[in-house]
């Protein structure tokens, strides 16, 4: 049996939050989703990107790697499609990464730089491998990690929901033993935050709704640069 718990702030500097998130233990579906686009559109992504894999997992029984990579690429055309009706979303996009339940195991979904992480004993591991410029390109170049923190290219998304037909899933499964613990995070969180210090927060003895109260002060402290959305699942 899993517990869980989910938390978003729109943190120090934005205006309006443009994560989304979703925790639905019955049906075994955890969801976080990062927004980008112009004024509101960024909401309007996240928002449709959660609801459009909650709603296509609903409809069908099935609990395996194909139907989650289906419905996660309904939600992306889902997205191209209100993009395309309506000139002030054009360009919107969103990250997403999720976990759903599947029976004997767990799967982790990723689209774009939003993070899985695994939390055994007391080694924390990010599941998930960003899908941006740092990872992808910067990093294998050997550019140094302290130039790219501050490189121009360092926000740059190699991939996302809604910014064309083809999308690039990574598929993680995940077997999760009695007394571990994933965090589901927008970079709001992971991009402020040390590893170390979320960690730290992660492991201490107290609920896992104080442990999320602790990471999104722990960003907020950070600067809070962007919106934070952070979901625990704990077996």
């Given at each position: ?17 443009e994560?989304s ?9 955890y ?125 740059v ?71 934070i ?7």
């Amino acid at each position: 049996m899993f517990s869980s718990y989910g938390l978003s702030d729109v943190g120090c500097v934005r205006t309006n939050n443009e994560d989304s998130f979703l925790v639905d233990p019955e049906l075994g579906l955890y969801i976080v989703a990062d927004g980008m686009g112009g004024a509101e559109a960024g909401e309007v992504a996240s928002q449709l990107a959660v609801q459009s894999v909650h709603s296509f997992l609903k409809s069908t029984s099935i609990r395996d790697a194909d139907t989650l990579a289906r419905a996660i690429q309904h939600a992306n055309q889902r997205i191209l499609d209100a993009a395309n009706a309506d000139p002030r979303l054009r360009g919107m996009g969103t990250t997403l990464v999720c976990l759903l339940e599947t029976g004997a195991e767990c799967i982790v979904a990723n689209v774009g730089d939003s993070r899985a992480w695994l939390l055994q004993g007391e080694s924390l591991v990010q599941v998930t491998q960003d899908q941006s410029w740092v990872n992808e390109v910067g990093r294998p170049l050997g550019i140094a990690e302290e130039n790219l923190r501050v490189h121009p290219m360092r926000h740059v998304l190699t991939m996302a929901l809604g910014v064309g037909p083809d999308v690039r899933i990574q598929m993680v499964p995940l077997e999760l033993p009695p007394g571990s613990l994933v965090l589901l995070s927008s970079d709001g969180l992971h991009g402020p935050v040390p590893e170390e210090e979320i960690r730290e927060i992660l492991l201490r003895p107290i609920s896992l709704e104080d442990r999320a109260h602790l990471l999104i002060e722990a960003a907020r402290e950070a600067g809070g640069p962007d919106n934070i959305t952070v979901v625990l699942i704990q077996h």
